[in-house]
Nanobody, 125 residues
């Protein structure tokens, strides 16, 4: 079974930056889409960003557009989320996700069938 492992979370002051990475356990794993979701305490898991593996087309939540950048490395089978200008509202557990079947809308939780265990991001004010 393919596993997704996130790394790069931590504590940062508002206005700072963090880079999250997600690695697939199998190099032959080729999803249609990989994305990042986050869950803050008391809230539902929400979409952050996604990337089409084949084309590199990206999607962003309005709340992070212009601040976050998602990218992929085909050879390493990794996806990265560069987070700049972080705000306290960005505090959450961030989850890497992968979809092995195509979905027209890659912004919903149900579009993905593989999930990482999550990495904590805390932004202080």
């Amino acid at each position: 079974q393919v596993q997704l492992v996130e790394s790069g979370g931590g504590l940062v002051q508002a206005g700072g930056s963090l880079r999250l990475s997600c690695a697939a356990s199998e190099r032959t794993f080729t999803p249609y889409t990989m994305g990042w979701f986050r869950r803050a305490p008391g809230l539902e898991r929400e979409f952050v960003a996604a990337i089409r593996w084949g084309t590199g087309y990206t999607y962003y939540a309005e709340s992070v557009k212009g601040r976050f950048t998602i990218s992929r490395d085909n050879a390493k089978k990794t996806v990265t989320l560069q987070m700049n200008s972080l705000k306290p509202d960005d505090t959450a557990v961030y989850y890497c996700a992968a979809a092995t079947s195509f979905s027209i809308t890659p912004t919903g939780v149900n579009a993905y069938n593989y999930w990482g265990q999550g990495t904590q991001v805390t932004v202080s004010s």
